[in-house]
């Protein structure tokens, strides 16, 4: 076998040194660290990528939690607001009430007041008016003027019944 | 039908002489010197755009440099990093070594053992020097097992020391023995073809063992780059 004829060993292994030093050199200097390089900044451009896209995220997350936290500010104020004019509201027409029922009872009052003048006054021209009917019936039946006190006691007397 | 073993006859293309020396281009040295050019085209072409998103040739560009680096990584670990460039040479050229010879008419430099064993000598005599500039005489211990009886040194000291020593050989032989018999297998399922309409039967039968030919060509390389690491992480880490 040619494998094992020692005529052939030193050109090949001179030619295997030459060549593996030379692709040694050619590798280690140029060759790998270009592809290396492509890795490491490719890995890079990722990694860059992932981060930004976590600080984005994070970000969005702060906003999300701000505005949530605005919202329930606001929320809370309305409720109070809406608290705070009930409140005056019913006092308000608590007031109100308080007064107009107060008018109403000087109203009424004043009105039993004037009921009641009405009625004196009703009353004493009723009596007038008895004696002047009295009269002029006493008059027309016995055709003379009747006594003053005389009817004045009997109209006192039929309005006493 | 051709001598199968002709194949692997080495033929000078430029005899030289440098003292004495035969150093005479052949037909091997043509192989390597295309391997060295191919990897070498391969790899700086291939990766000439630096595209953030590769395309097909920068892919096997870079999928190359990653299979070696992960190779070097899981059986050596980040001390190994610095002896990457030697393990990338060693896995590509191996395996452009191997490649090339499934051209036809071509010669494969690896089914040559005087070749693969210098690669794996050079391997050997690499590792064991990093073992004692690591270590100092504490590599010794690679020869005897941790919590062994002092008794079975007798044994196993022997044993591991030839263990040892014959890595060279069987990372050597294991290479061009594989090389070797895969082509005179091709070469001699190939003089069966021309026998008529019945040739379509080694014909089919050739090109399925192409097929695994070139499997255990990168194979190979492979099986060579990895023992390669393996050996580097004894020397490193010893075990």
Redesign the interface.
């Known amino acids: 076998m040619p494998q094992f004829d020692p005529t052939f060993f030193a050109p090949q292994l001179v030619w295997l040194a030459i060549t593996f030093t030379l692709l040694y050199l050619l590798m280690s200097t140029v060759a790998l660290p270009r592809i290396g390089e492509v890795l490491e900044e490719r890995q890079r451009k990722i990694q860059d990528n992932l981060d930004k896209a976590l600080a984005l995220k994070t970000e969005a997350e702060a906003a999300i939690a701000s505005y949530e936290k605005a919202l329930a500010e606001s929320r809370a104020k309305a409720q109070e607001m809406l608290r705070e004019t009930q409140d005056r509201l019913s006092k308000q027409a608590e007031q109100r009430q308080k007064e107009v029922s107060a008018r109403l009872a000087e109203q009424i009052q004043a009105g039993e007041v004037r009921i009641q003048a009405v009625k004196e006054q009703a009353m004493a021209s009723v009596r007038d008016v008895a004696l002047e009917i009295a009269e002029a019936t006493a008059q027309r039946l016995t055709g003379q003027a009747p006594a003053r006190a005389s009817l004045d006691a009997a109209v006192a007397g039929a309005m006493k019944e | 039908m051709a001598n199968p073993?002709e194949q692997?006859?080495?033929r000078?293309l430029v005899p030289?002489e440098v003292a004495g020396?035969?150093?005479?281009?052949?037909n091997?040295?043509l192989l390597?010197?295309a391997?060295?050019v191919l990897?070498?085209v391969f790899?700086?072409v291939g990766?000439r755009h630096?595209?953030?998103v590769?395309g097909r040739w920068?892919s096997m560009?870079?999928m190359s440099?990653?299979f070696v680096a992960n190779m070097l990584r899981d059986n050596v670990g980040s001390e190994g990093r610095k002896y990457?460039?030697?393990i990338?040479?060693l896995f590509?050229?191996v395996l452009f070594g191997n490649l090339l010879g499934m051209i036809p008419f071509s010669f494969t430099?690896t089914?040559?053992?005087?070749?693969t064993f210098?690669?794996a000598a050079f391997v050997f005599i690499m590792v064991t020097i990093i073992g004692f500039a690591r270590h100092g005489t504490h590599y010794l211990r690679m020869f005897f097992p941790h919590g062994a009886p002092l008794v079975t040194a007798v044994i196993l000291v022997p044993i591991e020391l030839i263990s040892y020593l014959s890595r060279p050989f069987s990372l050597a032989v294991r290479l061009?023995a594989n090389m070797?018999v895969g082509h005179i297998m091709l070469k001699v399922v190939a003089g069966f073809v021309p026998i008529g309409i019945l040739g379509i039967l080694p014909l089919g039968f050739l090109a399925g063992i192409t097929i695994l030919e070139f499997g255990i060509a990168l194979l190979q390389a492979y099986v060579f780059t990895i023992l390669s690491c393996i050996y580097l992480n004894d020397a490193i880490n010893m075990h």
């Open positions: 073993i692997f006859e080495i000078p030289m020396v035969n150093v005479s281009f052949t091997s040295s390597m010197v391997a060295v990897i070498t790899l700086t990766m630096r595209s953030l590769p920068q560009a870079e440099y990653e990457f460039p030697f990338f040479t590509m050229f430099f089914s040559h053992t005087i070749v210098a690669l061009s070797t």
